[in-house]
């Protein structure tokens, strides 16, 4: 049935006029609903709060039936995830470490990645809301790479913790020539840029470095507690030393493309740390 409240001619003020396929009736707001009495017509009036009600319980079953049944060619149970979900950011993260580890982050067009990943711009678009997005991911993903790195040699029970240390400058040292020292660290990278990027992005470079400082001060500090390093030194001082001074050699070594600068600072180091 279908109802459509209008005015009709001739009717009583504030009464509405309900056409159905058979009959018409007149509705004032301020009628009763009663059966009509003998002698009169059919065409009584009827309370407009019936009326609304009976809309509400059409519209409450159609709705219903609407959602109750089936899609048609729909499979029942999870949604299909968007093709290559996460392989797709997986590669657009890998590729993006390795241009903005070289390049740095201005100077990289989010194109550039996208041809290189091998990604369509709809899936870049699916995943990160924009370039900026997409740095602050890299950056913690980096944060992330870079920590556990540190954790690996920081925990290895078969060398003290000053080789513990030495080992990862080492390997530092390697990944860095096996790329032709034409990449850097990304923080440090980024750290040169701050001027040109997202404001947001400083407080997530400074909380990597600041990661990267306390775990290498537990080290440092179970290396005084085993006399490698003398007691006047203050471990959360010389881990901080530490990474000032790594970042800057390692920027040293990318601009000369040589490991020069690294060993240098490393020596300078442990020679302010003996005993």
């Known amino acids: 049935m279908f109802l459509k409240p209008r005015m009709g001619s001739?009717?009583?003020?504030?009464?509405?006029?309900?056409?159905?396929?058979s009959q018409s009736h007149f509705l004032r707001p301020d009628a009763r609903a009663s059966p009509p009495k003998p002698g009169e017509s059919s065409n009584s009036a009827i309370p407009v709060r019936q009326i609304l009600h009976l809309i509400d319980h059409l519209v409450y079953k159609q709705k219903m039936s609407s959602t109750d049944a089936p899609t048609p060619g729909r499979r029942r149970g999870r949604p299909r995830k968007p093709p290559g979900d996460q392989t797709a950011r997986q590669e657009l993260i890998r590729t993006g470490l390795e241009y903005l580890t070289e390049r740095g982050y201005c100077a990289v067009a989010v194109d550039e990645i996208l041809r290189a990943a091998g990604v369509p711009k709809g899936?870049?678009?699916y995943h990160f809301d924009s370039k900026e997005d997409f740095g602050g991911a890299l950056i913690g993903a980096y944060?992330?790479?870079f920590s556990s790195k540190l954790r690996t040699w920081f925990q290895r029970a078969d060398l003290s913790p000053l080789d513990r240390l030495r080992g990862f400058i080492s390997d530092a040292e390697k990944g860095m020539e096996k790329h032709a020292f034409r990449r850097g660290c990304l923080v440090g990278n980024l750290g040169q840029e701050m001027a040109a990027l997202p404001p947001g992005?400083?407080?997530l470079l400074s909380s990597a470095l600041s990661d990267w400082q306390h775990l290498t001060e537990a080290c440092l500090l179970e290396a005084q507690n085993q006399g490698e390093i003398g007691k006047h030194h203050k471990p959360d001082a010389l881990a901080a030393f530490f990474w000032i001074g790594w970042e800057g050699a390692v920027l040293r070594a990318k601009l000369e493309q040589s490991p020069d600068p690294l060993r240098q600072f490393a020596a300078?180091?442990?020679?302010?740390?003996?005993?």
């Open 10 to 21: 001739g009717s009583l003020p504030g009464a509405v006029r309900l056409n159905t396929p």
């Open 123 to 125: 899936s870049f678009y």
């Open 143 to 145: 944060n992330e790479f």
């Open 201 to 203: 992005f400083r407080s």
């Open 268 to 275: 300078g180091f442990f020679a302010l740390t003996s005993n």
